[in-house]
């Protein structure tokens, strides 16, 4: 997974992706690139439009359905906004009240 995240990051740099790109990513950001992944990966997006593959994607997972039945949402714990709104008004006071 960490593969296809640094191509993508690869690809929003303005980078081709190749796998010493990749590798170089994943690399700065601490991790241990597997080269057999990333060659994998490379040979299997070579001559493909990633913007094209991330659309197609997209369409597909609108036909999933995700998440669960609603559950309530929580109680409202509103206490604390008006004293911000008070502190807000005294402030708004105290400028206009300035010469």
Known sequence: MQ???????CKLGGKSGSADEISAVITAAGGE???EQIATLVGELDGKDINELLASGAGKLKDIPMGGSGGGGGGGGGGGDAAEAEEEKEAEEEVEEAP
Request: charge should be negative; glycine fraction near 0%; proline fraction near 10%.
């Open 3 to 9: 593969e296809v995240a640094a191509l993508l990051l």
């Open 33 to 35: 690139p597997n080269e």
